[in-house]
């Protein structure tokens, strides 16, 4: 079994939430959802007939995949006007984003980025105006060598960390790089509430650096492929349930 390892200083142990496998940090809203829409008995002829989305095992598999890094501390979200020296420049967008914390003495849990940097990337201009910005998260990734890490929003949830905060994916090698990674994330929208210690902030999922090529196939009748091809939809046709989970469900598990 390999193992993914997050490391932070000694005076932290108690104080911040460590780090969870996916599988145990689900939102409660998945929890609460039905496998089936009301009223369809759920092994009755059709087999998938009212199956709602948690029968789909891509859709679930990925959401329990790697593990998640909760915020390690109450941040305050508030709107303010920007400054007088911006407010000058035709390109001050008359407000900011600030973000309080308690402790500020003791070290920053955010940090601005230079919107001259970064406020070019498509995605981010569809936001509040100058709200790039950094976590500046405490913990050291560590995996076995081969091994880089991707960190991202958790799948299949915008509500987490929250729905206004929107968390760009990366990828690190993390068997060679012994230090903590900041998590770049701009806001959507102005929002005025404490986002709490403990949500979950990020998913990070090992990844095995591998080259790789590509190549195109055509199927043609009869030859090998085809032959997989309608075994697969030969076996799928004779069972009302669990076809895929069965045969192809995520083997990989994480503790």
């Not at 407000?95 to 981010?124: C, F, H, M, T, Y």
């Not at 403990?198 to 009869?222: A, D, F, H, M, N």
């Amino acid at each position: 079994m390999e193992i993914m390892e997050f490391m932070a200083a000694e005076h932290l142990k108690g104080a911040y939430p460590e780090p969870v496998a996916a599988h145990l940090s689900l939102p409660q809203w998945l929890k609460d959802d039905p496998n089936r829409e009301k009223g369809i008995h759920p092994y009755g002829p059709g087999g998938t007939e009212g199956a709602t989305y948690k029968r789909c095992v891509p859709f679930m598999d990925i959401m329990r995949t790697g593990y998640i890094i909760p915020l390690w501390a109450d941040l305050a979200f508030s709107e303010q006007p920007c400054a007088e020296e911006c407010q000058e420049d035709d390109g001050c967008p008359g407000s900011s984003i600030k973000v309080d914390w308690k402790g500020s003495d003791r070290g920053a849990q955010v940090e601005k980025r230079g919107w001259s940097s970064w406020g070019n990337i498509p995605e981010l201009k569809t936001g509040v105006s100058h709200s790039s910005m950094t976590f500046l998260n405490p913990w050291i990734i560590k995996t076995p060598p081969g091994y880089s890490t991707l960190i991202t929003a958790p799948f299949n949830d915008d509500s987490r960390p929250h729905p206004a905060i929107k968390t760009l994916t990366g990828l690190v090698n993390t068997d060679t790089y012994h230090n903590q990674i900041t998590f770049f994330f701009y806001m959507n929208y102005y929002i005025t509430e404490t986002l709490k210690k403990g949500t979950p902030l990020v998913q990070v999922i090992p990844i095995k650096r591998e080259e790789w090529g590509s190549k195109i196939t055509y199927i043609t009748p009869g030859d090998e492929n085809d032959m997989k091809h309608q075994q697969e939809t030969s076996y799928l046709d004779s069972v009302f349930e669990n076809g895929y989970r069965d045969k192809h469900g995520c083997p990989v598990r994480f503790k």
